[in-house]
């Protein structure tokens, strides 16, 4: 019953910033993390950044210190403020959510295999269509 919509990509220039944001609608009814993973051309997926339950963010190494995650007071919205932007950004970047044990860490996303896990081995609950992002050069 819960639902993910992704808005704010756009066409941009490299260098530039842009913010996600994904709006949550519905009840979770257990505890969850959120985390962002973007879809290349190619199809291939990669985790982005994840905002556990405590507040903890962790962050991709293509990402690190450009990248932010965040969410609203009231918790019904997640954002990514994307910054320096590069080409290599370009992709669909989706939100997700993880329902997890409180007492369990998300940590951050793999995407590497078959399925985006977190590092505790849950996988992906819920994520939405995707907002499409843009980097020319």
């Known amino acids: 019953q819960v639902q993910l919509v992704e808005s704010g990509g756009d066409s941009v220039q490299a260098g530039g910033s842009l913010r996600l944001s994904c709006a949550m609608s519905?009840?979770?009814?257990?505890?969850?993390?959120m985390s962002w993973f973007r879809q290349f051309a190619g199809k291939e997926r990669e985790g982005v950044a994840t905002l556990d339950k405590d507040g903890t963010t962790k962050y991709a190494n293509s990402v690190q210190g450009r990248f932010i995650i965040s969410q609203d007071n009231a918790k019904n919205t997640l954002f990514l403020q994307m910054n320096s932007l590069k080409p290599e950004d370009t992709a669909t970047y989706h939100c997700a959510l993880v329902r997890i044990p409180t007492d369990v860490e998300c940590g951050m996303i793999d995407c590497s295999g078959r399925h985006c896990v977190t590092a505790s081995n849950f996988g992906l609950d819920l994520w939405g269509k995707g907002t499409p992002v843009t980097i020319s050069a």
């Open positions: 519905g009840d979770p009814l257990t505890p969850v993390c």
